[in-house]
């Protein structure tokens, strides 16, 4: 029974991704024509593979953002320390974002698959909590080397932000690794340093 719980909880996982990032394909272009064009400041010309890759990176925050707003209400949760510095990295991952992704004319508002799959996710950690905090940390660590290409990709005047972008996932994967290990104090404390270190930085 466990390993159909487990399966389960991987393919919706998986699912989720891919149609997340499927969804990122057909809507970047859509997204950047319906963006106010005074409030975006084009610096060069992007090529498709970066501009994928950085909204569905966005779409992630989203997703991370809306379901850490979620675990943080949770007054019964032993790992709320965690899940409250948790949302305290994507709230600074919202300010860093927002000007990077206006220059290269992203939306940073959650899509519709976006949205359900914090919903399917923050469902499918509510039922099975150890599996789903497993599979969180197994999609982090994969996640890391897309956006190390995504830093391969960017240009110079960028470069500096998307190092963030990996240092902040592979934060997420170290403090997600203490988690599983029940030093929640840990990761909170590692998540909580890594707001304070970058909270003044600017990427503009």
Request: proline share 3%.
């Amino acid at each position: 029974m466990k390993k159909i719980i487990s399966l389960l909880s991987i393919i919706i996982t998986t699912f989720s991704v891919a149609s997340c990032y499927a969804e990122s394909n057909r809507n970047s272009n859509s997204d950047a024509k319906n963006m106010n064009n005074n409030q975006v400041i084009s610096a060069q010309p992007d090529n498709k593979a970066f501009i994928e890759l950085f909204d569905y990176e966005i779409q992630n925050r989203a997703f991370a953002l809306n379901s850490m707003k979620t675990a943080a209400e949770s007054s019964t949760n032993p790992a709320l320390p965690f899940f409250k510095a948790y949302l305290a990295l994507e709230q600074l991952n919202q300010n860093h974002f927002s000007p990077i992704a206006k220059k290269h004319q992203l939306n940073m508002a959650p899509r519709w698959w976006t949205r359900t799959r914090t919903t399917l996710g923050l469902w499918g950690s509510a039922l099975f909590p150890d599996i789903g905090l497993k599979v969180m940390h197994r999609v982090t660590v994969k996640y890391i080397p897309q956006l190390e290409a995504l830093e391969d990709l960017s240009s110079a005047e960028d470069k500096k932000f998307f190092s963030y972008v990996v240092a902040q996932e592979q934060a997420q994967a170290d403090a997600s690794n203490l988690l599983l290990k029940g030093n929640i104090a840990q990761a909170a404390a590692l998540l909580n340093n890594f707001v304070l270190q970058n909270k003044h930085h600017s990427f503009n």
